[in-house]
């Protein structure tokens, strides 16, 4: 969304905006608290979000060595705090440049996509613990591309 509020803005100083235009942008308006408050959840709590993550996986995966769970753990980190800005922003085109163009080279060279699909699942039970379904709702699509883009193309 971020991109097409540039671009009406833009158009903005050319002419009025049209019905449909001035209806995505109140869209966006009406939402931004929302997205805001979800943001800040996520920032204020990302700790008791990724705790109980990082006890579970090295009991899914003991042949790990540690290091390699705590990167791994630490690009998630990332993700979830990525997905969160383009949450904010509504911009899918954000995530996509900023993280899983960088980070599909990297599970793919490190083979670490069964890891990677376990992480995404428990984050995606702890959230769903942790935020109401309306909540959700805005987070979810940013998620799913995660899992498309970093997950699903490995199989």
Not at 11 to 27: H, I, P, V
Not at 125 to 133: C, F, G, K
């Given at each position: 969304?971020?991109?097409?509020?540039?671009?009406?803005?833009?158009?903005?100083?050319?002419?009025?905006?049209?019905?449909?235009?001035?209806?995505?942008?109140?869209?966006y308006a009406e939402t931004l608290a929302q997205r805001l408050k979800i943001y800040e959840f996520l920032r204020d709590r990302e700790v008791m979000i990724f705790q109980p993550i990082a006890d579970q996986v090295p009991k899914l995966f003991p042949q790990e060595?540690?290091?390699?769970?705590?990167?791994?753990?630490?690009?998630?980190?990332?993700?979830?705090?990525?997905?969160?800005?383009?949450?904010?922003?509504?911009?899918?085109?954000?995530?996509?440049?900023?993280?899983?163009?960088?980070?599909?080279?990297?599970?793919?060279?490190?083979?670490?996509?069964?890891?990677?699909?376990?992480?995404?699942?428990?984050?995606?039970?702890?959230?769903?613990?942790?935020?109401?379904?309306?909540?959700?709702?805005?987070?979810?699509?940013?998620?799913?591309?995660?899992?498309?883009?970093?997950?699903?193309?490995?199989?």
């Open positions: 969304m971020q991109t097409e509020l540039t671009e009406l803005l833009v158009q903005a100083e050319n002419r009025y905006l049209q019905t449909e235009e001035l209806q995505g942008f109140k869209s060595k540690e290091e390699r769970l705590e990167q791994i753990l630490q690009q998630w980190i990332l993700i979830l705090r990525h997905s969160a800005m383009a949450m904010l922003l509504n911009d899918s085109e954000y995530l996509k440049q900023r993280v899983i163009e960088w980070l599909s080279g990297l599970i793919k060279a490190h083979n670490t996509q069964s890891i990677d699909s376990q992480i995404y699942q428990l984050l995606l039970a702890r959230l769903n613990e942790l935020l109401s379904p309306k909540a959700i709702i805005f987070l979810q699509p940013f998620l799913e591309q995660v899992k498309t883009g970093l997950l699903d193309s490995e199989t």
